[in-house]
């Protein structure tokens, strides 16, 4: 139920969000990654309370309907997750729990209301880039203001991923769309362009040599993991070709991570987190990312 084949890819987006903010990761940026697992952790808890009834048509295999876990289980987890999320956040500082609270609230709004609606897939994206944010106020608590303002348009770009793969994954389980994964393969070839921008930059000697190598490594390993399984997805939009889209999108994050961090100016942050990717990979083949 708690899908742990994707933590992976929450604690790159407090540090990238560290690293957007210009500071080192600290023992905050630590308490705001523990925030975001509790909370994305609580969000899989609800997500599948919310879809019990559809899961039991469409993935009776799922923890609730198999009978495996209770409904009261479930909705009990969710809330004591959210509630420690918080709590851990409230030890980082005021901004971060405001952020941290404000992100608590689209995950709830999501699960229980928005997620089969039009406004789904922007609900998930302020989700992530929340996250992100999070972990910038965290690092830099006395400079706040600046801290998000630098990492706006790294929490943009996480965003625009999210709101794609959210997009791809609402017909995973009858497929049949061939605009969502286009869509998605549309705005997954833009984010790889920033890194090319990033190595323009580099060469006009804003952007250490390191910096540049991480830059066009991670780039790659994001633009490889995402684009195959978009593009085999929108010539057969099949419900199986359209979950393993799904599930390249959702690990894609750990190099879109990275390459925040490094184009950021931190690349061994960015380094360290595409150790990540392989890990993720594996324990996907196990335990469902979606």
């Keep these: 139920m708690l899908r ?3 933590l992976f890819t929450v604690p790159g987006d407090a540090l990238a969000g560290a690293a957007a903010a210009g500071a080192r990761p600290d023992h905050r940026t630590l308490l705001a990654i523990g925030t975001s697992l509790c909370l994305y952790e609580a969000g899989m808890a609800l997500n599948d309370w919310s879809d019990r009834d559809e899961d039991a048509v469409d993935r009776p295999h799922r923890p609730i309907p ?3 876990i209770s409904p009261a289980a479930a909705l009990t987890a969710a809330g004591a997750l959210t509630t420690a999320g918080l709590t851990i956040a409230a030890r980082a500082g005021r901004a971060p729990f405001t952020v941290a609270t404000a992100l608590a609230a689209t ?3 999501y699960d229980l209301r928005l997620k089969h609606t039009a406004a789904g897939p922007a609900a998930m994206a302020s989700a992530r880039a929340l996250d992100l944010l999070l972990g910038a106020a965290a690092t830099r608590p006395r400079d706040t203001a600046p801290a998000l303002r630098a990492a706006l348009p790294h929490a943009g770009l996480l965003a625009a991923h999210t709101w794609a793969v959210t997009t791809v994954s609402r017909h995973e389980t009858q497929g049949g769309s061939t605009t969502a994964p286009l869509a998605a393969l549309a705005t997954t070839l833009a984010i790889t362009s920033t890194t090319r921008h990033a190595l323009r930059t580099a060469a006009r000697g804003r ?3 390191a910096g540049q190598t991480t830059t066009a490594l991670t780039g ?13 997805t929108a010539l057969n939009p099949s419900p199986p070709l359209t979950q393993r889209a799904v599930g390249a999108g959702i690990r894609a994050m750990i190099p879109l991570q990275a390459a925040l961090a490094a184009r950021a100016g931190a690349p061994g942050t960015g380094l360290a987190l595409l150790g990540l990717a392989p890990l993720a990979r594996r324990l996907a083949r196990k335990v469902s990312p979606t």
Excluded: D, K, Q
Aim: no cysteine.
């Design 66 to 68: 198999s009978g495996r």
């Design 220 to 232: 790659l390993a994001y633009a490889r993991t995402a684009i195959h399984p978009l593009l085999h």
């Design 207 to 209: 952007l250490p040599a």
């Design 107 to 109: 995950v709830w709004a």
């Design 4 to 6: 742990v084949s994707a």
